[in-house]
């Protein structure tokens, strides 16, 4: 019913950057946070940022300082900026989104998933 897809993947080198965009689409009345995980390989998955609906961020340790989160509750849009990737964030960045349909439903989609693999 919502269908999050995920762009920007890629392989960098350490110390580069990329950015991570996600579209939300479907039958939305309102999206409240949006997040951005990841899993790497023989690892759980876990949280790299979240930002409510009203912009209020939070970030997993590991890449504070590093990473910036941002949405446009316009376009039903979250991005993921990240910079000085180091080899340790190689894995698979899952977006998620929750909220209400226009049935008044609660959703909580995930997209399929883009790559990042940075290289040292």
């Known amino acids: 019913q919502v269908q999050l897809v995920e762009s920007g993947g890629g392989l960098v080198q350490a110390g580069g950057s990329l950015r991570l965009s996600c579209a939300a689409s479907?039958?939305?009345?309102?999206?409240?946070?949006m997040a951005w995980y990841r899993q790497a390989p023989g690892k759980q998955h876990e949280l790299v940022a979240r930002i409510t609906s009203g912009g209020i961020t939070n970030y997993a340790d590991s890449v504070k300082g590093r990473v910036t989160i941002s949405r446009d509750n316009a376009k039903s849009t979250v991005s993921l900026q990240m910079n000085n990737l180091k080899p340790e964030d190689t894995a698979v960045y899952y977006c998620n989104a929750g909220g209400l349909l226009v049935t008044g439903a609660d959703f909580a989609s995930w997209g399929r998933g883009t790559q990042v693999t940075v290289s040292s």
């Open positions: 479907g039958v939305v009345f309102s999206i409240h946070d």
